[in-house]
């Protein structure tokens, strides 16, 4: 019975930044890690982010390392997105999900949309 529920997306500029937010159910959020997972027009959803269930350990796609930042807010059962110096192939439906080892666990939510003008 866990929903995953995206939001934050939008149509920024090159250049620019979005903060993506997702809020998951209180067990999955407290018993596992989180991760942040997209997919492109025409391509395979592909790893992203993901950050362990204390927040003391991430891991990043080399693609996004050092432009984005995962984070997670326990009290909210919330875990972000912070995207900085977006580029036009960052434009995906971005997803959330809990994970182990960078694994998804649960089906996937709705997802939210990124889109990077130039």
């Known amino acids: 019975q866990v929903q995953l529920v995206e939001s934050g997306g939008g149509l920024v500029q090159a250049g620019g930044s979005l903060r993506l937010s997702c809020a998951a159910s209180g067990r999955t959020f407290k018993n596992n890690a989180m991760g942040w997972f997209r997919q492109a027009p025409g391509k395979e959803r592909e790893f992203v982010a993901a950050?362990?269930?204390?927040?003391?350990?991430?891991n990043y796609a080399d693609s996004v390392k050092g432009r984005f930042t995962i984070s997670r807010d326990n009290a909210k059962s919330t875990v972000y997105l912070q995207m900085n110096s977006l580029n036009a192939e960052d434009t995906a439906v971005y997803y959330c999900?809990?994970?182990?080892?960078?694994?998804?666990?649960?089906?996937w939510g709705q997802g939210t949309q990124v889109t990077v003008s130039s």
């Open positions: 999900n809990a994970v182990v080892h960078s694994t998804p666990l649960m089906d």
């Open positions: 950050i362990s269930w204390s927040g003391t350990r991430t």
